[in-house]
């Protein structure tokens, strides 16, 4: 795809993020059969994971697109605590496989396995980061709490839920 400038209304930007959707779908498709049809271990795992990723990518583009074209419902207390017990038991766990992945390209002297398990770490990583930008800064971010709530309806309100005071 050629490079273009950035666009300049929210409208123009929504269409940039659709096409580039479209562009993902049509890349990983195009990806996905080549690795169908390559017989090849190493080479179809990564044409088959680049495909996956692809359309990983046209699914967060069509979210961005939602996010600017949509109301969304704030993060309840439930939504949060959820996200709370199984995102940090996810963390965990990419940060240990991101100590295996070190360790296995350590000792893998195989090119084509260490092009495999260089791939998985490089992912890890980023999902380890991803998972603790999510802990840290959205779901604490959006959630309104059900306190939250009431403090609106009576403390914070100047007639303390009543009409007129």
Do not use: C
Not at 21 to 33: G, N, P, R
Not at 104 to 121: G, N, T
Request: glycine letters at 4%; a negative charge.
């Amino acid at each position: 795809m050629a490079s273009t400038l950035a666009p300049q209304s929210s409208e123009e930007l929504v269409k940039h993020f659709l096409k580039l959707a479209d562009l993902e779908v049509k890349y990983s498709e195009e990806l996905k059969a080549l690795s169908e049809r390559l017989r090849h271990p190493v080479l179809k795992a990564l044409f088959a994971a680049i495909a996956g990723d692809s359309v990983k990518h046209s699914q967060i583009y069509r979210a961005i697109v939602d996010l600017l074209t949509a109301v969304h419902p704030l993060l309840i207390d439930q939504d949060v605590k959820d996200i709370a017990d199984t995102i940090l038991k996810h963390i965990r766990t990419e940060s240990m496989m991101i100590e295996e992945t070190k360790k296995l390209l350590d000792q893998i002297a195989d090119p084509r396995a260490r092009i495999l398990i260089s791939a998985i770490h490089s992912d890890e990583v980023t999902h380890h980061g991803i998972l603790v930008s999510i802990e840290g800064n959205i779901a604490r971010r959006e959630v309104f709490t059900e306190e939250e709530f009431w403090n609106q309806v009576w403390r914070d309100s100047p007639w303390h839920g009543a009409p007129g005071g």
